[in-house]
């Protein structure tokens, strides 16, 4: 029987992540730097690596399932087209006009997130729908065709189109697509109906604007993706990871680029997820650290938590309110600019200050020697003994501890009048206690104790940083699974084809048929099964996830309730005691009984089924000694360096217990175990860390 395999890719900022996996598990790892210039470059250089060492016949790979940061790098750096916005007359000025609340209550100088299409391309069209759907104006086709041959003829490169009220009634903007699509053919066009069917113009106007900001380089990704794939052997079923932890044939990621948005992400949270599912570990804290960011995710019950509101390029990383309001959805995490790219600098108060800007790939960290000369959350990891100089990346790239330690003393140290080692273990303790504030609020926001949830910490950073995150959360233990400095990668091979699918409505529960909302449901039971078909999951195959969003009328925000499959005697007082029951657990009290309940959207899953894969590896790659001798590493508890035994990761067997101080190695991540802790080696060869007992 011939084996099938599959290999997951995850191009981040700094690193691009690969692994390869048969039905039992991951077999092999790799990781290359990622090509800025063109990101399917460093996939290509990588799927070469990994099939000369595996020695697989490129034929036998099934499927590549790929996640990137490409979608919020563009947003974030502002590379994608130019494009226009066409709004109902009178609405050009909502994507500025936004919320009109201030995030920064008391700065008069308070800097405001930019619309992707800057005012002399926002058009006001002459149309006009009612809340219901009833038509007040019709579109004036003929201004469109006028404006489709100017736009045409002009710089811009991209189309989005958000009427009012076109979640309800949606011709005028099909009407539009069609007559640009005549006059101005190589315009790509994006309409909200189709993007992001629901209440909220802003939000829908912003995330439409989104979608057609980063079309086109989406879509020339994706081709020059799938051509370096193909030339390679392999058959080319890719498949591309949506932010919410679905797949999509990239076909529909070519449509809907944005709901790419956190798909890099999304990969590690559903590994964490897996792990939680699968070792009695059901609630754990995702701890997901690169060389760019560091994400963080909830998983109770073995599953992560989704939302839909996401802000992109925020001008204040943690104050919501400051980005551009993107309504996909995605898994529920909060973003960190600390990586292991992450600068390090001293302010005009003589203070240090830790990213969020990052060295990347391109020129990297002082200690890459490729021309970077900031100092680096990296180079002060290599300072402090942490990483092996001759053993990143598994030996394939040599570090500069000499230029780390330059930069460090020339940018910190000396201008705090510190040692350059003193400089570099404030720089590790500040990154981790920024992550850990992060987390704490992320947590605690969200109803849960921090102190009961272990950290499950990965990527190429983060069993770097864990232990100190960890204890500054008081986490009771961080779990280090086999290769996690290519976790997301990993993660990306356990999830199912799936799609989510929402609808806008107002439905009185209390005056409510239960024919109002099934037509909606089936509505989208069908489109997101028409979609699944396209991605060649049979219909037998298909499950659907059914949600109301439900508000007391008047409110501004609603909760999530699980809809049931089928119309029941009491489903109206049963949906209901489910929405207070929500509603209390959320805010912590009951809501006003006097207010009438109303449902204001429906959202559908389509899932096929998700793929049998375990997260444990079915290969060991190494036969050498456990034991990789010794080196210095700096503890602030010991006073400064102490003789460490570094330890060789895949020729540790389970049971095996290693007491801190210690350094645990792999190619793609290193593990530092403090003095008064211990690691254990679990049965699925994860690292269990924690505080010995006194």
Aim: negative net charge.
């Amino acid at each position: 029987m011939t084996a099938v395999y599959t290999i997951g890719v995850d191009v981040g900022g700094t690193f691009t992540d690969l692994c390869l996996a048969d039905e039992n598990g991951p077999i092999l790892f790799a990781k290359t730097l990622t090509s800025p210039a063109d990101p399917s470059a460093g996939v290509e250089r990588g799927l070469e690596e990994l099939l000369r060492d595996s020695r697989i016949d490129p034929g036998d790979v099934t499927r590549i399932v790929h996640g990137t940061t490409l979608v919020t790098n563009a947003i974030i750096e502002r590379k994608g087209a130019v494009t226009a916005l066409l709004a109902t007359a009178g609405f050009r000025d909502a994507v500025e006009i936004g919320r009109e609340r201030r995030y920064e209550l008391y700065d008069l100088l308070v800097e405001l997130p930019r619309p992707l299409a800057p005012r002399y391309l926002r058009f006001d069209v002459p149309e006009r729908v009612y809340a219901d759907g009833a038509v007040d104006t019709p579109l004036d086709r003929s201004y469109v065709e006028r404006l489709g041959r100017e736009l045409a003829s002009s710089s811009v490169e991209s189309v989005a189109v958000c009427y009012l009220h076109s979640f309800t009634n949606p011709a005028h903007e099909r009407e539009t697509r069609e007559v640009l699509a005549r006059v101005a053919p190589d315009l790509p066009v994006a309409i909200s109906s189709d993007v992001a069917p629901e209440l909220g113009e802003y939000e829908r106007a912003s995330t439409t604007l989104a979608n057609a900001y980063v079309l086109r380089i989406v879509q020339t990704y994706l081709a020059a993706l799938q051509g370096r794939v193909e030339s390679l052997g392999v058959p080319g079923n890719i498949l591309v990871m949506l932010s919410s932890g679905g797949l999509a044939t990239i076909d529909t990621a070519r449509s809907f680029p944005i709901r790419m948005l956190e798909s890099g992400p999304a990969g590690g949270a559903l590994a964490a997820a897996a792990y939680a599912r699968g070792n009695g570990t059901p609630d754990l804290l995702s701890f997901d650290m690169g060389g760019t960011t560091a994400k963080l995710c909830v998983i109770e019950r073995g599953v992560p938590r989704i939302g839909d509101d996401l802000e992109v390029g925020r001008v204040y990383r943690l104050k919501p309110g400051s980005g551009l309001p993107v309504r996909v959805p995605s898994v529920d995490m909060v973003e960190v600019g600390a990586g292991g790219g992450s600068i390090a600098r001293v302010n005009s108060l003589g203070l240090v200050n830790v990213g969020p800007d990052s060295a990347g790939a391109d020129p990297g960290p002082a200690c890459y020697g490729q021309g970077g000369s900031q100092p680096t959350v990296t180079d002060a990891d290599l300072v402090l003994g942490y990483l092996d100089p001759r053993y990143f990346l598994g030996g394939r790239m040599r570090l500069d501890r000499d230029a780390a330690f330059a930069v460090l003393e020339e940018h910190v140290a000396s201008k705090l009048g510190v040692s350059v080692e003193e400089a570099a273990a404030g720089i590790h303790l500040l990154v981790n206690e920024g992550m850990a504030n992060a987390a704490r609020a992320h947590v605690l926001e969200r109803g849960v104790d921090p102190h009961v949830l272990p950290l499950f910490a990965f990527g190429g950073a983060g069993p770097v940083h864990a232990v100190g995150v960890a204890a500054s959360l008081g986490s009771p233990a961080v779990i280090v699974p086999y290769g996690a400095g290519v976790l997301s990668a990993l993660g990306f091979l356990a999830a199912p084809v799936a799609f989510d699918l929402v609808r806008s409505c107002r439905i009185d529960l209390g005056t409510a048929r239960w024919s109002d909302v099934d037509e909606l449901v089936r509505e989208l039971e069908d489109e997101g099964g028409g979609l699944l078909a396209e991605s060649g999951v049979p219909s037998a195959d298909v499950s659907f996830t059914r949600i109301a969003e439900m508000r007391y009328i008047g409110q501004g925000q609603a909760v999530r309730v699980g809809l049931p499959e089928g119309e029941l005697p009491d489903w109206q007082s049963r949906l209901l005691g489910d929405f207070e029951g929500a509603y209390r657990t959320l805010y912590g009290h009951g809501g006003p009984s006097s207010v009438p309940v109303e449902i204001v959207r429906v959202r559908v899953t389509a899932s096929g089924p998700a793929p049998r894969i375990h997260i444990e590896p079915t290969k060991r790659r190494m036969t050498t000694p456990a034991s990789a001798g010794e080196r210095d590493a700096y503890f602030s508890s010991c006073g400064g360096f102490v003789r460490t035994p570094v330890w060789e990761r895949a020729a540790l067997k389970p049971g095996a217990a290693l007491p801190g101080p210690a350094v645990v190695q792999e190619p793609e991540s290193t593990l530092v175990v403090p003095p008064d802790y211990e690691a254990v080696v679990t049965d699925e060869l994860a690292l269990r860390v924690s505080k010995t007992a006194v």
